[in-house]
């Protein structure tokens, strides 16, 4: 199985702040890379798909980038409602979709 | 709207059986577009894809649950299932079932919609 790992595990920011989250595979995967939001007691929402297009409905502060084996998810200007746990999953190999450890967000 | 709803029991003895179902509304299995399938998540931990499956009847599961698992598509029920034999406390988890998209959208088996999500408790 292609293994993700995300760092940090968890991080604090206050609004307004830039944020990044990284995402690493253990093998190439191209640019089949997902990241999701998750609040607390919710089902995880698809945020960006293809490593870098936003999926409708989602704010524009939300971007993603990379290929290969580095990715990353930013969120331009932190805001109250982004806390959350973020999960970025691979899609590249169909028959083992993998996800990412996550990534806590805390608002300071 | 796309709606993915959820449905079976909360608890499940040790060696039993699990049995889900989830009804779709909004949108039609059928669609050749979509593959439908679950993620589950154990409590305070992270997601586990465990099965994919396209109304054409083929199927993906995950290598660590294959021996265990079995989905089916009922069309004209607009619902899919997902059966998980010999429990443990290990599957304890929420299950979300799950819209993928297609290989024909260019980005592989995307989860692009989720429902609720289930709790299935697996103890004596």
């Known amino acids: 199985d292609i293994q993700m790992t995300q760092s940090p595990s968890s991080l604090s920011a206050s609004v307004g702040d830039r944020v990044t989250i990284t995402c690493r595979a253990s093998q190439s995967i191209s640019t089949y890379l997902n990241w999701f939001q998750q609040k607390p007691g919710k089902a995880p929402k698809l945020l960006i798909y293809g490593a870098s297009s936003l999926q409708s409905g989602v704010p524009s502060r939300f971007s993603g980038s990379g290929s290969g084996t580095d990715f990353t998810l930013t969120i331009s200007t932190l805001q109250p409602e982004d806390l959350g746990t973020y999960y970025c999953q691979q899609s590249y190999s169909t028959l083992a979709l993998t996800f990412g450890g996550g990534t806590k967000v805390d608002i300071k | 709207q796309l709606q993915l709803q959820e449905s079976g029991p909360g608890l499940v003895k040790p060696s039993e059986t699990l049995s889900l179902t989830c009804t779709v509304s909004?949108?039609?299995?059928?669609?050749?577009?979509?593959?439908w399938g679950w993620i589950r998540q154990p409590p305070g931990k992270g997601l586990e894809w465990t099965a994919r499956?396209?109304?054409?009847?083929?199927?993906h599961y995950s290598p660590s649950l294959k021996s265990r698992l079995r989905t089916s598509v009922d069309t004209s029920k607009n619902q899919f299932s997902l059966t998980l034999s010999t429990v443990t406390a290990a599957d304890t988890a929420v299950y979300f079932c799950?819209?993928?998209?297609?290989?024909?959208?260019?980005?592989?088996?995307?989860?692009?919609?989720w429902g609720q999500g289930t709790l299935v408790t697996v103890s004596s």
């Open positions: 799950v819209r993928f998209l297609g290989y024909s959208y260019g980005y592989g088996p995307v989860p692009d919609h």
């Open positions: 909004g949108d039609s299995i059928s669609s050749s577009s979509y593959y």
């Open positions: 499956m396209h109304y054409s009847g083929t199927t």
